[in-house]
Structures are given as structure tokens and as C-alpha cells.
């Protein structure tokens, strides 16, 4: 397995304040990994966003950086914040407050994958947390805050957009929301992490291609949206998550025949939320 965290794929020019952000991604599976877990190869993948740094790899055409994981959330998520580590699956860490997301097993290391399939037998060492959180965690996070102040820095604003996807089975409950079930949920923390003018536009530009949209229900933006949304600072951070039914076999987990028709839609939907970006600093008078 590489050691390099990320994959960073820069346009010829940045003209646009948008960064593009994959965190979940990642199938470079380390061998050991492999032979700790008690899943198989198959199933130990079901908690990625598979293929989606490939459905928005056109970014960099429309002048936006994107950079996607190259670890796979099974193995250090990159949705979470390095403190969240759970003592049920860490040796030496001390029970803190309660968080959600650590009870269930969903931590910055996880305990589980998808349907709550427990990944070890028992747990691994505060020595290999530590190790993962340093090889992986922390670069991708400075080099992700980094393209971020490039933009704050050139237009004045910045935008990240973090792309998800979310299994069918999770919306099925909504078979009967009026509009029919939503194929991509945007969450911007109930607003706290976007400004509302850009959820709009970005929620127009999704519906122009056809799409169902909806909001913060029942996907709202975990650690990214929360900790990189600051609206009243210029950095808006807004969470996509896309059926991923419309573009592959869950099964599977291979791409279907629709693939390449939903990734060229989505193509137009990237351009237009790149778009949004291009407004720069006024000149100073001199």
C-alpha cells in the first residue's frame, strides 16, 4: 500500500474560490489490515464512497483542485476528528463524554463498517491509532486546509464541497417525501456551515440536471462541514451525498451501465457549482 494519504489533482489554473474533497474514496488497503480484520475483502469495503473521486474528477477542467483519499475509511475515516477515538476498539484510551459517533462504533478509527459488522476480533494499540492518525489524518487535513486558504486568499471567499455517497437503503424511508425519494441530499449543518445563497445555487444546479435534491435530512455534514464551515469568515463548507444506485452495483460494488451517463451529467452539475467560485477580490484603488 502506498503511504502516501491523498491524491491531489491541481487544475492548469485555479479560476474558481470551489475545492472538491473525497475523504471516503480510499480502497488502498494495507496487507496487514487485511489480516487483522475478521471481514472479508468484500465486505470490509461496504462503508466506502467507491468511484466517487472518479465521478468528480472533472473538476480540475473547471479550474478546482480535488483531492480524495487514498486510505480507506475502514481503516482511519477522514470524516472524523482525530479525537474521536473509541475506547472499545483502542487500547489506553480513557472513556470520555458521550459522542454518538463513537458509540456506534464510527469513530476516527473505525470498530465497524456498514450495517454494524464489527471489523476486529479485539483492539488494536494506541501506538497503531496514533500511527494511522499521522501518516494519513493529518496530511490529508493540512493539505485540504491549505487549498482552502489558497482561495480565501485569491477570491476572498472559499467553498468546499465534500462529496459523499449514501447506500439506497438509507433514503428508502423517504419513498413517500413529496417530490418523490431524493437522489442527493446537501447538508450544510441546518446552515450553520454555508451560506444560504450558496446551497441554493448549488441545490438549482443539481436540479437543472434532473436530480432530486433535498437537505440536511437525513445527512446534515459530519466533521468537515462542521469544522471547515465558517460562513462569517468567507469558507463555506456544503456536504453532497449522491444515491449511489444511480451509478453502481452495491453488491458488487463494480460500476454499472449508467456510470458514464450519470459521471458526464454530473460533469455539467460541477461546472456550474465551479461557477459559483469565480468571484474575486476587487481590486484596491490605487
Known amino acids: 500500500m502506498t503511504k502516501h494519504p491523498y491524491q491531489l489533482v491541481l487544475p492548469a489554473e485555479r479560476t474558481t474560490s470551489v475545492v472538491f474533497s473525497s475523504p471516503h474514496s ?6 496487514s489490515f487485511l489480516h487483522q480484520t475478521v471481514l472479508d475483502e468484500h465486505t470490509v469495503r461496504s462503508s466506502e464512497d467507491a468511484f466517487v473521486d472518479q465521478l468528480f474528477a472533472d473538476a480540475q ?7 480524495s483519499a487514498q486510505v480507506p475509511r475502514a481503516y482511519v475515516d ?3 476528528s482525530h479525537e474521536e477515538l473509541d475506547p472499545a476498539v483502542i487500547t489506553g484510551v480513557a472513556r470520555g463524554a458521550h459522542n454518538p459517533r463513537v458509540s456506534s462504533g464510527l469513530g476516527v478509527i473505525p470498530r465497524v463498517v456498514a450495517n454494524g459488522r464489527a471489523i476486529y476480533r479485539g483492539k488494536i ?3 497503531e491509532a496514533q500511527l494511522r492518525l499521522s501518516t494519513y489524518w493529518f496530511p490529508y487535513h493540512d ?3 491549505a487549498l482552502l486558504d489558497d482561495s480565501l486568499s ?29 437522489e442527493v441530499i446537501l447538508g450544510d449543518r441546518f446552515g450553520a456551515s454555508a451560506h444560504c445563497e450558496i446551497v441554493d445555487q448549488i441545490t438549482a444546479a443539481f436540479k437543472r440536471a434532473g436530480f432530486r435534491v433535498a437537505h440536511n435530512a437525513p445527512f446534515a455534514g459530519a466533521y468537515i462541514t462542521q469544522h471547515y464551515g465558517r460562513p462569517s469568515r468567507g469558507q463555506h463548507a456544503i456536504q453532497i451525498e449522491i444515491d ?6 452495491e453488491q458488487l460494488i463494480r460500476p454499472n451501465r449508467n456510470f458514464d451517463n450519470f459521471r458526464r451529467t454530473l460533469r455539467g452539475v460541477i461546472a456550474e457549482i465551479c461557477r459559483i467560485g469565480h468571484r474575486r477580490i476587487p481590486m484596491a484603488a490605487e
Do not use: K, V, W
Open 154 to 182: 485569491a477570491f476572498g471567499e472559499a467553498i468546499l464541497i465534500d462529496c459523499h455517497s449514501m447506500p439506497h437503503e438509507a433514503i428508502s424511508a423517504l419513498d413517500r417525501t413529496p417530490g418523490g425519494r431524493p
Open 61 to 67: 477542467a473547471f479550474g478546482a483542485p480535488l483531492i
Open 125 to 127: 494499540t494506541r501506538h
Open 78 to 80: 477522514l470524516n472524523r
Open 244 to 249: 449511489r444506485s444511480l451509478y453502481m452495483n
Open 26 to 31: 480510499g480502497c488502498a488497503y494495507p496487507r
Open 143 to 145: 493539505t485540504l486546509q
